[in-house]
């Protein structure tokens, strides 16, 4: 069973940043993909960046340029650098990890931008 610990969310005003971190118990850790997601109410979870083995970076639209994916794999710890919030950012965020059969989520973690 794969654990999934998302921290570093919280309230934030307009234009601000945050650092989100999660950390995954899984094997073969840098072989892995790794992405972050977010969830508002009553809409389906958004993929919002994504990174390689080798370091490739992906992003949705909405978030290119404000939003930076790191990982260390020492740590097991993937990274989502926020900057620049908008209050569209809202969300639960959740980190995961690729993988073969039914994808387990952590708890998430809340980012709230409000002025």
Known sequence: ??????SGGGLVQ??????LSCVASISMFSTRTLYWYRQVPEKQRELVAAITSDGTTNYADSVKGRF???????KFTVYLQMNS?????????????????VWSWGQGTQVTVSS
């Open 68 to 74: 930076t994916i790191s990982r260390d794999n020492a």
């Open 14 to 19: 307009p234009g601000g940043s945050l650092r």
């Open 85 to 101: 919030l908008k209050p569209e950012d809202t969300a639960v965020y959740y980190c995961n990890v690729a993988r073969v059969g």
């Open 1 to 6: 069973q794969v654990q999934l610990v998302e």
